[in-house]
């Protein structure tokens, strides 16, 4: 699978997690587009209306990645037994696409997925290190894609209303803004950029259920 992470504009100084609504509107003050920035601005005041963050911080299975196998394109999956029978209890559907078990990891992990208006598909699920928009400082960010601890992390998942999809893909400080929402929920922060992280991307006294690992 092809990857484009290059981006022409990049966070211009470091999230403040103390004043995380001050630093975003500093950020998106910068956009030279006056109506960008209002439906920025507008999206990030209202965000519980644009996106949806999991109840907690689940690997759903430790050493899946969605790295393609030469010489297929796409990585398509089969689930462990163990995971099959979770979901039959849970009611999840297993979907073997390549974006199936991250999907999987968020509902698991008590996400929900709104309906579309004008699509019979929910939300979209996005994972908030994909590999763009690095750090102030850093050359390169996580891309949980390719990474069997990342990928079916819930903590660095969000259900997307389609607005907010276009925005955390196409805007680093709204980027930057759901990954440190996401650290203050979960202490997530596999970049380590607010501090300390353990093998999972995890700051100190984090809780991570993990809930299969591959043999």
Known sequence: MAYNLSSPSAIGSA???DHLEDWFADEASGLPDGA???VLVDVALALDHFVNFPERALLLWRGCDRIAVPPAKQRYHQYPDGLKRL???QSVYLDGRPNGPAIAAFLFAGGTRPSRHGSSNAWSVHHLYS???PFVGRAETTH???SGIHFTQSAGLVAVHPIADALVDEFPPFTW???AHAFRRFRYDPDGV???RDELG????ARCEVLHETA
């Not at 995890?202 to 006294?205: Q, R």
């Open 15 to 17: 999230c403040d997690l």
């Open 36 to 38: 960008e920035r209002r």
């Open 87 to 89: 979901s039959k209890q």
């Open 131 to 133: 590999g763009k928009f």
């Open 144 to 146: 949980a894609a390719k």
């Open 177 to 179: 803004l759901l990954r």
């Open 194 to 196: 607010f501090g300390s």
């Open 202 to 205: 995890f700051a100190s006294g």
